[in-house]
């Protein structure tokens, strides 16, 4: 299956600098503690565990949601609220529960270590979970479905999504987000830029050693932490 939208494909190639420095980090370690303590880091913890007791039944549901509140998500102002009521947003997950069911069976970890056809499989799995985050999934009210469903998703496809976002993902990699065609373009990049990273063996095995150990973090997640630390060190030094 041929991705919908070729143009939209990013080639990760122009930014091999920026693939090497989370490879890097990986390798030299990632912090143990949480950068966001607090309720930021409780509900999200919940929310792995319930997906693993009981995938998307309703205190899973519930604590994606309280997760997505704890980030910032629900943001009062001039628009009024970013996030859909709740029955909303648990009705837009369920609708789509076969389809999300189905890529629970996938994971980075093997399709990173496929030595043939990883391409093709990558590409059917990117276009499926692009339609998830921006036509089915109803995280936000505004038009910043990348953030929100790529949030949402962290916690249901966790061995397949990275959480994204303007603050530290977008930083990394400079690449635009003002409107729909752009963040499309920002999915498909990241999610490559995902799958090579852990494209290398050695990458991969101290990854997966590092989540033995922090059950709460899986690859996709190691992958976003990384980030998060590389722009936090890059502001620390700026600052002094």
């Known amino acids: 299956m041929a991705a919908k939208n070729p143009e939209a494909s990013t080639n990760i190639s122009n930014d091999c600098d920026k693939i090497e420095k989370i490879k890097s980090t990986i390798k030299k370690g990632v912090k143990t503690e949480s950068f966001f303590p607090g309720p930021a880091?409780?509900?999200?913890?919940?929310?792995?565990?319930?997906?693993?007791?009981e995938f998307l039944g309703d205190r899973h549901i519930e604590m994606i949601y309280a997760t997505l509140t704890a980030w910032g998500m629900h943001r009062l102002g001039k628009k009024g609220a970013e996030m859909p009521d709740y029955k909303c947003f648990r009705c837009s997950i369920l609708n789509c529960k076969e389809k999300l069911e189905e890529l629970r069976g996938e994971s980075i970890r093997e399709i990173a270590k496929m030595e043939k056809g990883y391409k093709e499989k990558m590409d059917t799995i990117i276009d499926k979970l692009e339609d998830l985050v921006f036509n089915e999934i109803f995280a936000s009210k505004t038009d910043s479905h990348l953030v929100s469903s790529t949030k949402t998703l962290a916690h249901i496809l966790p061995d397949l999504v990275p959480p994204m976002d303007r603050s530290y993902t977008k930083k990394h990699f400079g690449k635009s987000m003002q409107n729909t065609n752009q963040q499309k373009k920002m999915f498909r990049f990241v999610m490559n830029a995902l799958w090579s990273v852990y494209q290398d063996k050695e990458v991969r095995k101290i990854a997966l050693a590092y989540c033995q150990k922090h059950p709460s973090v899986s690859l996709p997640k190691?992958?976003?932490?990384?980030?998060?630390?590389?722009i936090k060190e890059k502001e620390k030094r700026e600052k002094e």
Not at 222 to 230: T, V
């Open 41 to 53: 880091k409780y509900f999200p913890e919940e929310a792995l565990k319930s997906c693993k007791e």
């Open 222 to 230: 190691l992958f976003d932490n990384a980030i998060i630390q590389i």
